[in-house]
């Protein structure tokens, strides 16, 4: 079992849409959760983190987490063109070397 | 507003040589990381530093590889004697405390070995 799973994609959705993206992770200890967007040939771009279950906003961004569920999830509402992307899901401990498990990303297109 | 940053952009060796990839962390951070992208897959952990000390490795990290904060500012990844598998975007990251959980990323070095 993979430790930090994510659809590769593409997700295609259309502008000004809600894109909703998806992680589950199997390590119960994960205490920290992160969406970082990768464009390409980019550098890891931190754009939101959690760490409670519920919801945290941040401007368009609504992260989701789920511990008993052991999911996360990252919602884009208003969707742009500019927002197409590699979206990387991201997990620690919050102890030890704090090292990030990271997914394999989703691909995201937002189609004008 | 601060960043990390990292030389070379890219970096281009042959089989066998060694090379140093270096990373400035944003100046009051203590914990410092080393990732590695292999091109089309996942970005992956391949070492953690924290006072003065190596605090994690991975797998991938064997004996080629070496890391060392030279001085107060300049951290860097050797690896001694390249392969064709080493070919990746290398990205380093640094994290402000121990209570901090988030860590930001530099804008990586692409390494092409031939």
């Known amino acids: 079992q993979k430790e930090v799973e994510q659809n590769s994609g593409p997700l295609s959705v259309p502008e000004g849409a809600i894109a909703s993206l998806n992680c589950t992770y199997s390590d119960r200890v994960s205490q920290s959760f992160f969406w970082y967007r990768q464009y390409s040939g980019k550098s890891p771009e931190l754009i939101m983190s959690?760490?409670?279950?519920g919801d945290k906003e941040d401007g368009r961004f609504t992260a989701q987490l789920n511990k008993a569920s052991q999911y996360v999830s990252l919602l884009i509402r208003d969707s742009q063109p500019s927002d197409s992307a590699t979206y990387l899901c991201a997990v620690n401990r919050a102890s030890g070397t704090y090292k990030y498990i990271f997914g394999t990303g989703t691909r995201l297109k937002v189609l004008a | 507003e601060p960043e990390v940053t990292q030389t070379p952009s890219h970096q281009v060796t042959q089989m066998g040589q060694e090379v140093i990839l270096r990373c400035v962390p944003i100046s009051n951070h203590l914990y410092f990381y080393w990732y590695r992208q292999i091109l089309g897959q996942k970005v992956e952990f391949l070492v953690s530093?924290?006072?003065?000390?190596?605090?994690?490795k991975s797998e991938i990290f064997d004996d080629q590889f070496s890391v060392e904060r030279p001085d107060g500012s300049n951290f860097t990844l050797k690896i001694r004697s390249t392969k064709l598998e080493d070919s990746a975007m290398y990205f380093c990251?640094?994290?402000?405390?121990?209570?901090?959980?988030?860590?930001?990323f530099g804008p990586g070095t692409r390494l092409t070995v031939t």
């Open positions: 990251a640094s994290k402000l405390t121990v209570t901090s959980y988030e860590q930001y």
């Open positions: 959690i760490y409670s279950n």
């Open positions: 530093f924290y006072n003065n000390e190596i605090s994690e």
